[in-house]
């Protein structure tokens, strides 16, 4: 029997519905989980998506984005198959897509990349009952666990005051679309002014114009840099870390920077990155988010993709019984970056 | 406990010198002293050892977490430390605890040593159920043995030099020996006891500056005195009220090591301090570094292995002459420093204190050929002092006239095969960056690889993730954490000496291995052989 989706050179591709998911290459006819870099790709004929993610889409890429739009739940006829999304938690707009075949077989969900964490700043993560499950596994170890993000917000919030009290300024590492804006509602705005470099502004306006609480941001340009210096907080992806443009922002007791993200679980990577502190939050799911995930849908098959592939596969198939198997991805490299994963510039 | 792990954990986060001392410094005014007491004695290197085995460790995660091994294993590979790996599996704590350090040591890591291996586990389980993932890492780095802070003792002798309010060197001495953790102890450490430590202090080291273009445009070579620049440890001799100490350059006491210099540093008079060289010596040349470093590593009291140190005769190749008759000589010039140097060693029996020899030359030219000479007399190159200059202090700064270079011979280098890989610690953990490297054996048949070297440094940052990509994609076999992969790549690397060895397939160790670069303009056949190697050995025994 043919499985309804099979991996292929321009990604998953679904025959029976006539269109790929996340197409790694444009392709006629594109269901796109999730706005990242490495998940909506330019070029396609036409794109089907939440409006969250429509709207970042046309905020990021150039020309003319023909889409369908359907609201979470909302089922689609695509060839001979019925279509839905349903929320994923992972940034705004952020979906995985049902796929039902008209033929009664195997239903299957993929779930592209998805946190089930609470988060103000985007749409809450769903379990959806399938017979096939396609997850990704990008902390697929179970030495990933996160700890409740309240906590982890009075931690940065803490650490700014600190630092705003001996005169240095804030800099949190982080990626510019999603963490970015789900970093901004977590803060407390009460501690000093907060600048955002360019490539965060985008993006949060999109999400300011879906309705998302967000707190004032100035552009961290050279006109604000005297507000910002020693109590300010600077938002910017990582790739901005010691440039000239981010020294200009040293406060008179210096510079303190923080990578936000959930490989801060790891001293090594918070050694690797070179940073001051490191602050685990992340915006895909943790081990027992995996876990619980795939117990909870009811899927008997279970395709892992996306990072710790094979050992998540592995121990679904010889600790929990399940039939399992592994999606390859455009990625070789296991235990891969979020800034590969993840999608940013 | 929580503060000390907080420590750890601002040291760990931090490469800033300046920071690790603030915090240091912070940690120990902030302490309680049978506290401090600890925190001194466990980052000096004075820790319990072994009070838990690694094995236990990882068994007793495996009974509490329920997982598979071979998923702790794939874990172990991610993290790159067991002892964290641990730590971030194990379930969150049911309750915390605020006890100080010293309670932990006296009721959770002391009373692990001699224990039943029951008893063991029942206080590993009670300690897990308190601790955090932070403090359970902590906890598992002080019972098994492997207690390391990434700050050099150093840093936390100054620190507490400045808590004290003396100079380093004095705090250094405080330190010397096994410090007893204990309130009294720390609050002694800091008060002293009677101030004879002022005799053992040490000047700071002049340092040598690379030369760099062609020795000749350095002028006149009458100004300038050559010696032969030896592989051993930088070191200063001091004779003062009675007492010989010896410092190494890394400002570590290294008298118990080198019984026999201080032995013959007897006859010294008082107020002397000789700056210069310890090697290990076997007939007239020096041995590799690689002898002294396992002299080095020696903690026990010579007295009772004084038998092994009969094989070699430890000496000190002095060089200069920082303080005669109790009166600083740093700000004479060389030529006169040298010439009451010279005095010093001619009235010492024996041969274990020793004047460094002025190398004569005519020209530079002649210099020149000499100083390509230097391998085969177990020296790395030749040390260049001009005359007319002072001891200074480190190294001399930019745009002033460096007194002293240092002319070292050109580095081994040979091309080798990359065949195996397996990712880095601490922060290279999530990269491929340990590099296992062979050359050929053509001697059978089928030429095959032979693994000689190890290195891990050399590379920039964009080719150690280009090269950890491709090692990726190009596993031929896995072991664990360590990949053969296809023998493609070639590499040149470069070493600092060799010798042989029997724990190497090729029967040759070399000293220093490391990238000096990719060479993606050679094929893996281009790379060179194990008789390569062997020429070089026989040309570096002679």
Redesign the interface.
């Known amino acids: 029997m043919n499985d309804l989706v099979v991996q292929t050179e321009c990604g998953l591709w679904c025959e029976a519905g006539g269109f790929y998911v996340d197409p790694w290459r444009p392709v006629p006819r594109a269901v796109v989980t999730h706005a990242h870099a490495d998940h909506a790709i330019p070029g396609c004929g036409r794109y089907l998506a939440t409006a969250g993610t429509i709207a970042l889409m046309r905020s990021r890429m150039p020309g003319e984005i023909e889409a369908d739009i359907p609201a979470f739940g909302e089922r689609v006829r695509l060839g001979r198959t019925t279509v839905s999304l349903h929320p994923a938690g992972h940034v705004l707009g952020s979906a995985q897509v049902r796929i039902e075949p008209d033929d009664g077989g195997p239903v299957w969900v993929i779930t592209g990349d998805y946190k089930v964490e609470p988060d103000p700043s985007c749409e809450a993560f769903e379990v959806v009952p399938c017979d096939v499950l396609l997850t990704e596994s990008t902390f697929g170890?179970?030495?990933?666990?996160w700890e409740d993000p309240a906590k982890v917000f009075e931690d940065i919030n803490g650490w700014w005051r600190s630092n705003a009290a001996e005169g240095r300024t804030t800099v949190l590492l982080t990626y510019s679309l999603g963490k970015a804006q789900r970093v901004l509602a977590g803060l407390d705005a009460s501690n000093g002014p907060i600048g955002v470099h360019g490539a965060v502004l985008g993006p949060t306006g999109v999400y300011r114009d879906a309705g998302i609480k967000l707190p004032e941001v100035m552009h961290a340009d050279a006109q604000h840099a005297k507000d910002l210096k020693g109590p300010g907080l600077i938002l910017t992806p990582p790739s901005a870390s010691g440039t000239a443009w981010l020294r200009k922002f040293k406060g008179p007791g210096g510079i303190r920077t923080a990578f936000v993200s959930g490989?801060m679980?790891?001293?090594?990577?918070?050694?690797?990155q070179?940073?001051?502190?490191?602050f685990t939050l992340s915006d895909h799911a943790d081990w027992d988010g995996l876990l619980d995930t795939v117990r909870r849908s009811g899927a008997r098959r279970v395709g892992v993709t996306h990072g710790?592939s094979e050992?998540l596969a592995?121990?679904l198939r010889?600790?929990m019984g399940l039939d399992s198997f592994v999606v390859p991805t455009r990625f070789?490299?296991?235990?891969g970056?979020e800034t590969e994963t993840g999608g940013e510039d | 406990m929580r503060r000390f792990t907080r420590l750890f954990m601002d040291l760990?986060?931090?490469?800033a010198t300046g920071d690790k001392l603030a915090l240091l410094e912070a940690y120990f005014r902030g302490a309680d002293p049978a506290d401090a007491a600890w925190a001194v004695a466990l980052l000096t290197g004075n820790r319990p050892k072994g009070a838990a085995s690694t094995n236990a460790l990882r068994d007793l995660a495996l009974e509490v977490?329920s997982?598979?091994g071979?998923?702790i294993g794939?874990?172990h590979a991610?993290?790159?430390?067991l002892s964290?790996?641990i730590a971030?599996?194990l379930p969150e704590p049911e309750r915390t605890t605020d006890e100080p350090l010293h309670r932990t040591m006296e009721a959770r890591v002391l009373p692990l040593m001699g224990a039943k291996e029951d008893t063991k586990r029942a206080i590993i389980r009670d300690a897990w159920a308190v601790f955090d993932a932070d403090e359970r890492?902590v906890y598992h780095k002080l019972i098994r043995g492997g207690f390391r802070l990434g700050v050099q003792k150093r840093l936390v002798t100054r620190a507490l030099a400045n808590i004290a309010g003396v100079e380093h060197d004095v705090m250094a001495h405080r330190l010397v020996g096994a410090f007893v953790p204990s309130a009294a102890n720390y609050e002694r450490l800091l008060n002293g006891e009677g101030d004879d430590d002022q005799h053992a202090r040490a000047y700071p080291f002049f340092l040598a500056h690379p030369l760099e273009g062609e020795a000749s445009a350095l002028g006149g070579l009458s100004d300038w005195a050559a010696e032969w620049k030896w592989d051993g440890i930088r070191a200063q001799l001091i004779k003062r009220g009675g007492e010989v100490t010896l410092w190494s350059r890394g400002e570590e006491l290294i008298a118990h090591q080198f019984p026999e210099i201080i032995a013959a540093a007897q006859q010294l008079y008082e107020g002397t301090v000789l700056d210069g060289e310890v090697l290990l010596w076997r007939d007239d040349r020096p041995l590799p570094f690689a002898a002294l470093q396992s002299r080095l590593n020696r903690k026990v009291a010579p007295t009772h292995q004084m038998s092994l140190f009969d094989e070699t005769r430890a000496v000190l190749v002095a060089y200069d002459l920082l303080e005669s008759d109790g009166e600083d000589w740093r700000g004479r010039v060389f030529a006169d420093r040298r010439r009451r140097l010279e005095a010093v060693i001619r009235s010492l029996d024996g041969e274990t204190i020793r004047l460094s020899p002025l190398v004569d030359a005519g020209t530079w030219d002649e210099l020149g050929s000499l100083q390509e000479s230097a391998r085969e007399r177990g020296a790395e190159g030749l040390m260049l002092k001009h005359r007319g200059s002072v001891y200074g202090v480190g190294r001399t700064k930019p745009g002033d006239t460096p007194g002293w270079f240092k002319w070292k011979v050109d580095p081994y280098t040979v091309d080798a095969v990359l065949t195996a890989a397996q990712p880095g610690?601490?922060?290279?953990?999530?990269?491929y960056t340990d590099y296992t490297f062979g050359v050929w054996d053509r001697s059978g048949e089928k030429p095959k690889l032979v693994t000689f070297a190890k290195a891990y440094s050399g590379l920039e940052q964009d080719e150690i993730e280009r090269l950890?990509?491709w090692i990726?994609?190009h596993t031929t076999s896995k072991s664990g954490p360590f990949r053969q992969v296809e023998t493609v790549q070639v590499f040149e690397l470069g070493f600092e000496g060799l010798q042989e060895s029997r724990r190497h397939k090729s029967g040759i160790a070399v000293r220093f291995p490391r990238i000096l670069r990719w060479r993606t303009d050679k094929t893996a056949a281009e790379a060179d052989t194990i008789e390569t190697l062997h020429a070089l050995l026989r040309a570096h025994t002679g």
């Open positions: 170890l179970p030495i990933y666990r490989w679980r790891v001293r090594g990577r918070r050694r690797w070179s940073v001051d502190r490191g710790s050992t592995r121990y010889e600790s070789t490299g296991e235990g970056d | 760990d986060a931090t490469t977490t997982l598979p071979w998923l794939e874990c991610a993290v790159g430390d964290e790996t971030l599996l890492l610690s601490g922060r290279r953990a999530s990269l950890d990509r990726r994609k």
